[in-house]
């Protein structure tokens, strides 16, 4: 069974910037599409950014110019990058990777931004 597991959370006043980090126990990365999401409290799981593994990246309109995701496959990790940061970005992040009928999640880290 992959595990995910994020990294990179924490509490950041408006304006300021986080970077989250994804590492996978296998090498997934490289062949199967990935994305981090993100769920507020009250609210639906959301898509943020999703890169597949031939590179094509993908951000919701809510952070687009704000957030980079990327990945590194020597590694096992994605990341997701993210500046100028809101308090309405509040959430907990969560990244994924999926195929052709399975997917994998990590546990999730909490960002708080504060106003």
């Known amino acids: 069974q992959v595990q995910l597991v994020e990294s990179g959370g924490g509490l950041v006043q408006a304006g300021g910037s986080l970077r989250l980090s994804c590492a996978a126990s296998?090498?997934?990365?490289?062949?199967?599409?990935a994305g981090w999401y993100r769920q507020a409290p009250g609210k639906q799981r959301e898509v943020v950014a999703i890169?597949?593994?031939?590179?094509?990246?993908n951000y919701s309109d809510s952070v687009k110019g704000r957030v980079t995701i990327s990945r590194d496959n020597a590694k096992n990790t994605i990341y997701l990058q993210m500046n100028s940061l809101k308090p309405e970005d509040t959430a907990v992040y969560y990244c994924?990777?999926?195929?052709?009928?399975?997917?994998?999640w990590g546990q999730g880290t909490q960002v708080t931004v504060s106003s």
């Open positions: 994924a990777a999926w195929g052709a009928g399975y997917d994998y």
């Open positions: 296998e090498s997934i990365f490289s062949r199967n599409a």
């Open positions: 890169i597949t593994s031939s590179g094509y990246i």
